[in-house]
């Protein structure tokens, strides 16, 4: 494990460490744009100058000392770039000097020149490297002439996504690199040389890829813009929450922002062992299906006139309780490999406590709620669901559940008289979508917990409006086992209200108490009934999720 | 519906296509990649230009991305993304050139075929370009039609040549300067011995003058340390530009890498003012392979390339018909001479860029993508072509060698002077009576070199300036001339020896405008990837227009000074330093220069 010294700190890093990632790790932040932690370092911006000195070696292969017995140091007659130089035994590092600051100041010099500053109405305002940059270490005005600057294309569609301004564009490649290495498909390259230098696709061809939103997330200035973000929001109202993405078995890692209950993005959010600094593009693109203006936002009963009407939530649970109590044995439950943990805990512990150990059944279907692209061994698993694997260890801790298949012929065959639905499209997810809309027609009283409109909610007798995932708290069990934990960004909107509020309704109507009534306390309860996620907490999860004991040996290596 | 005009499909001949295949077998099979550049040459040769079908086509050929393709063609000038005219008209602008007049000459075609530089005829027979340094300085002005270099341009010549493009290489009047300069007759030649041979190919007239001894002595007697420690002790230095002693860059060649090593020959000679090495390769290609084979040996390299630059059709023909022989002859290929020792080379040709010249943009260039210099470390003798070990060196550089081998380091050691050895090709252009190539041995005074081997400035001129090591050298004051012409006494001097280009400039140009051109031809040529250099290039160029034009003020002088000292010493290659140092010299030294222009709001000098 070489040593070294930087600005008179002396660290111990990794064999193979670069001078700027030993320097970033321990807090010393030196400037830069094109170095990214996910990819190769070109070493083309020049922004993380520093001086480098070596010791001195004895032509036996020893270090020189000095008369107080310390290394002769030999300084490298240039500067380095930190991001490509690599950590060796004895080097010393000096990122203050005054050669590097004069060196960093003309770097930014000459990458502003021909920058257009059009920061107020720049997409990166605000999240820029370059604006942080020149804050951090310039502020020095500029001395060129806005006419000599070199005018580019302005407006640059790259893609039904991305557009580019190749004016804004520093060269630093990492959106170029980002294919190369991550996508291994490489989309975009530079054309032409030197000042005239520009990013370019393959003419005649366009990026619409999986993964295409990352480069706006990775551009160090405003040169690539999302066209889901661009000129809508300044990112400075935004407020970020730390969320779960729920639209595959993978659970990508992600930040939802908001302003005033409105999302506006979700970016991915580093985690090693999940999704590293990624995310596909439909899963960001999912809070559009959270905006949906057809959401349920109120409590619905179907009136005498066959309709359904809109009702209070204490008519509505009062109405469901009543016929769950009525119903006897012809009471049953779907649950869905959508829900959180604690929802399917709380249903599992309604059925048992209140419904007599009324029958409980979930789809075992990958099928989502999105369309998304095919799995493709890098981020998107064939399941497009956040939860398959909590379904199966709480319905194992539970006992064995019910098949769908067997609960929705008991419905067709009439053998069921009140059914509580709590999956967003059962028919429509199903292998027999047909026949499962003709179970739930035959139920006397359909039940459906739902955020979104379906098959299901048509036929309900009762409607309880639901959350979307950016609405609530909860933990996902991800594929390998990791619990992920997501949390609210927003509240449901209208007199919507999250599943486990309306579970626990349910519950109080029908004279049951579990005990707790907050999603922590809830998975607190979880963990004690439950050997495989025995010794887990909230705490323990925190924001980049926890491996049950059961779970260790089946866990990925990290992706970064 | 408008009907669509059915082009012919982009595919390969049958012809083109074996052209192809044979390329495929000069590099590694996982490295196919590099076949791009001179695929794309065939293609543009077969297609007539680089389309965005024959991008597709091309890499479909070669497994690439599209995009991969696209953004090399965009690198390189040579590529045509529309078809030129059926004669391409190219005509050199650089120093050498413009103070010969080639401005009169671009005008002149402007005149009579009613187009401007970039613009093809109405009935697609010419397209004009000006381009960069095409290495053929001593007889400047020069313009290319097609492959045909035509030299010491007249606005006659130019006339006789557009009436008949087709005979365009005899339309032109050769002047002596073609014939090698040789200043007293009791000098060593050693690279330029054998020039003026009626037939460079042939391997009978190269072993009839003691070609070859080298090659089979190395190996028959020699172990490859021994060779290299032969070369070091001749005190011989790289050619190119750097000065750096070649037996010891070879000797830091990775021993104990077990990928393939590899020779590159650098003969991408692109540095304005300089014309020695096509030359070489055109009059004498066995001395430099036979001098590749030496090294490869030393090296351990079973496989070495020569990287020759795009335009030098005629020494890309003569070097492949030179390994061809020696191929035939058994001097390469498998067991040579029955040693055991295999060695195979090929001619792989550039397309248009200065900065392949530079040694890892040049390996990047052969591993088929842009020429973007390489972070260093690790240096190309432990991490090289293919990520094998690599050695570059020039052609000159390598020319020497098999003297060496023959005649001892000893021999070597005793021509030029201490710690740099041996002759050098110095390539004088400019206003000097006599420019051209002269292989002197190294250390002779810049003054001598202008007054007693070129004969002089012209009558009635005075000496303003002159570039003593090709136009990224620091400019010199008529005071300065009695450095000697070596290494390390032009270092000394706060310049350089470089590329061995002496550019002579007397008092009937404006310097300002002999160094716009200059800071113009960095900007076009700098690759891009670093800030400084690519940001820099283009800054310095427009703030000198405006000075020459009359826009500038004294702080302008001051910031150019300024953005010159900021370029410097901080980019991944020297290209940067290289933009700087002219500016950096011209301000210490002409500074009067600049402030006359600024005082007479642009040029004071008009001729």
Redesign the interface.
């Known amino acids: 494990m070489p040593k070294f010294t930087i600005d008179g700190k002396t660290l111990e890093v990794a064999p193979g460490t670069r001078v700027l990632e030993a320097a970033l790790k321990h807090g010393i932040h030196i400037p830069h744009f094109c170095f990214h932690p996910a990819l190769s370092a070109?070493?083309?911006?020049?922004?993380c100058?520093v001086d480098v000195g070596l010791p001195k070696m004895k032509p036996d292969r020893t270090p020189e000392l000095d008369a107080a017995g310390k290394p002769v140091i030999a300084m490298l007659p240039?500067?380095q770039?930190s991001c490509?130089t690599v950590v060796s035994e004895g080097m010393v590092v000096d990122t203050q000097g005054p050669r590097v600051k004069?060196?960093q100041?003309?770097?930014l010099?000459?990458?502003l020149?021909?920058h257009p500053l059009d920061c107020p109405i720049c997409d990166k305002a605000g999240e820029c490297m370059l604006q942080d940059n020149y804050f951090g270490w310039s502020r020095e005005d500029s001395?060129?002439e806005p006419p000599?600057k070199?005018r580019k294309h302005k407006i640059v569609d790259l893609g039904p996504k991305i557009v580019l301004d190749t004016e804004r564009c520093?060269?630093c490649?990492r959106c170029i690199r980002f294919y190369d290495e991550v996508t291994k498909?490489?989309?975009?390259?530079?054309?032409?040389?030197?000042?005239?230098?520009e990013l370019?696709?393959?003419?005649?061809?366009e990026l619409n890829g999986t993964y295409d939103y990352n480069i706006v997330d990775i551009c160090p200035v405003g040169a690539l813009t999302s066209r889901d973000f661009r000129f809508r929001k300044r990112v400075w109202f935004l407020k970020k929450t730390a969320a779960i993405c729920t639209h595959c078995a993978t659970g990508c890692n992600m930040t939802v922002e908001e302003d005033e209950g409105r999302l506006w993005r979700q970016t991915p959010r580093l985690n090693p062992a999940v999704n590293g600094f990624w995310m596909c593009d439909a899963g960001r693109s999912a809070y559009h299906h959270t905006l949906d203006a057809r959401r349920l936002t109120q409590p619905m009963r179907r009136g005498a006139g066959g309709t359904l009407e809109p009702a209070s939530w204490n008519e509505a649970l009062a109405f469901a309780a009543q016929k769950l109590r009525e119903s006897g044995a012809g009471v049953a439950g779907f649950v869905s490999n959508r829900s959180t943990n604690e929802e399917l805990f709380a249903f599992e512990r309604l059925f048992a406590q209140a419904l007599r150990g009324a029958p409980v059944a979930s789809l075992e279907t990958e099928v989502g709620i999105l369309p998304l692209p095919p799995a493709d061994g890098l981020l998107i698993r064939p399941d497009h669901n956040p939860n398959s694997r909590g379904v199966r260890e709480i319905a194992a801790s539970a006992g064995a559940w019910t098949g769908a298949e067997d609960l929705l012929s008991a419905c067709a065959e009439k053998r069921i008289r009140t059914l509580l639905v709590m999956d967003p499209d059962l028919v429509g997810r199903s292998p027999n979508p047909a026949a499962a809309e003709h179970a739930l027609a035959s139920v006397e009283n359909l039940i459906v917990i739902a955020s979104h409109p379906s098959a299901a909610t048509a036929l309900a007798h009762v409607v309880l409006p639901g959350a979307a995932a950016q609405e609530k708290d909860g933990t996902y069990t991800r594929f390998d086992g990791r619990v992920q934990r997501s949390r609210a960004a927003i509240p449901p909107p209208g007199h919507a209200r999250t599943e486990l509020e309306i579970l626990l309704g349910l519950a109080k109507m029908l004279g049951a108490d579990f005990g707790w009534t907050s999603p922590r306390a809830a998975f607190t309860s979880l963990a004690q009934a439950s050997k495989f996620f025995a010794g887990l907490t909230y705490d323990l999860i925190g924001p980049l999720g926890a491996v049950p004991a059961a779970a260790v040996a089946e866990q990925p290596a990290s992706l970064v | 519906m408008p009907t669509a005009v059915a082009s012919p499909p982009v595919v390969f001949s049958e012809a083109a296509l074996a052209k192809f295949r044979v390329l495929l077998t000069h590099y590694p099979e996982k490295h196919r990649r590099a076949a791009l550049i001179p695929t794309l040459r065939l293609a543009q040769r077969e297609f007539g230009c680089v389309s965005?079908e024959v991008?597709?086509y091309v890499a479909g050929l070669l497994g690439?991305?599209?995009?991969?393709v696209?953004?090399v063609?965009?690198?390189y000038t040579l590529f045509h993304r529309e078809p030129p005219g059926k004669y391409h008209l190219q005509v050199c602008t650089n120093v050498s050139c413009m103070l010969n007049g080639s401005q009169k000459i671009v005008d002149h075609v402007c005149r009579r075929l009613g187009i401007r530089p970039d613009q093809k005829t109405a009935d697609g027979k010419f397209s004009l370009e000006t381009v960069e340094c095409l290495a053929s300085c001593g007889t400047a002005p020069v313009m290319m039609v097609n492959d045909t270099y035509c030299e010491n341009l007249t606005t006659d010549a130019v006339d006789r040549i557009l009436d008949d493009p087709e005979r365009a290489g005899e339309l032109w009047i050769p002047n002596e300067a073609n014939y090698i300069r040789r200043w007293k007759t009791e000098d060593t030649l050693i690279v330029t011995r054998r020039f003026n041979n009626p037939d460079p190919v042939s391997l009978a007239l190269y072993e009839r003058d003691g070609g070859n001894a080298a090659w089979r002595k190395v190996l028959e007697e020699m172990k490859p340390d021994e060779v290299t420690e032969v070369v070091k002790q001749s005190g011989l230095v790289g050619r190119g530009g750097a000065g750096f002693s070649a037996g010891l860059k070879w000797s830091f060649i990775d021993r104990k890498s077990k990928e393939p090593h590899y020779l590159t020959v650098n003969a991408d000679e692109g540095e304005p003012g300089t014309f020695k090495d096509r030359y070489l390769m055109e009059q004498d290609p066995h001395m430099f392979l036979e001098g590749a084979s030496i090294c490869s040996y030393a090296i351990g390299a079973h496989t070495a390339y020569v990287y020759i630059r795009g335009e030098f059709g005629k020494a890309q023909e003569i070097v492949q018909k030179a390994i061809d022989a020696r191929t035939a002859a058994g001097l390469l290929g498998k067991n040579i001479l029955g040693s055991g020792f295999d060695l195979d080379i090929h001619v792989h040709t550039g397309a248009g860029?200065y900065i392949c010249g530079e040694e890892t943009g040049l390996l990047e260039s052969l591993e088929g993508k842009?020429g973007q210099p390489r972070?260093k470390p690790p240096f190309p003798a432990v991490i090289g072509l293919f990520q094998g070990p690599t050695i570059i060196n020039n052609v000159e550089t390598l020319a020497n060698v098999p003297d060496i081998i023959v005649k001892g380091a000893a021999w070597f050691a005793s021509i030029g002077v201490p710690k740099n050895t041996g002759t050098r090709m110095l390539t004088v252009s400019g206003h000097v009576m006599k420019p051209g190539y002269y292989e002197l041995p190294l250390g002779i005074p810049l003054r001598t070199l202008i007054y007693d081997v070129c004969g002089g400035l012209r009558p009635g001129r005075q000496l303003a300036a002159v570039i003593p090591g090709g136009a990224s050298s620091g400019w010199l004051l008529p005071s300065e001339i009695d450095v000697p012409m070596d290494f390390n006494s032009l270092r000394a001097a706060g310049s350089m020896a470089g590329s061995g280009a002496v550019m002579v400039i007397d008092d009937s140009v404006c310097l300002l405008k002999v160094l716009l051109r200059i800071e113009e031809f960095f900007?076009?040529?700098?690759?891009?990837?670093?800030?400084?250099?690519?940001?820099?290039?283009?800054?310095l160029a427009?703030?000198l227009h405006?000075i020459e034009h009359g826009e500038g003020t004294k702080a302008d002088i001051d910031?150019a000074f300024?953005i010159a000292n900021?370029?410097a010493?901080?980019?991944?290659c020297v290209l940067s330093d290289a933009a700087a140092m002219p500016m950096q010299a011209v301000i210490k030294k002409f500074r009067p220069v600049l402030e006359a222009h600024v005082e007479h709001r642009g040029c004071p000098q008009t001729h």
């Open positions: 070109p070493a083309n911006c020049r922004m100058l240039k500067l770039t490509s004069q060196g100041h003309s770097v010099e000459f990458i020149i021909n001395r060129i000599d070199i520093i060269l490649t498909a490489p989309s975009l390259g530079i054309v032409n040389r030197g000042t005239f230098s370019q696709v393959m003419p005649g061809r | 965005n991008i597709e690439l991305a599209p995009v991969q696209h953004e063609v965009g690198f860029a842009r972070s900007q076009d040529e700098s690759c891009g990837q670093c800030t400084p250099c690519r940001e820099g290039t283009g800054w427009r703030v405006k910031l300024s900021n370029m010493g901080i980019t991944i």
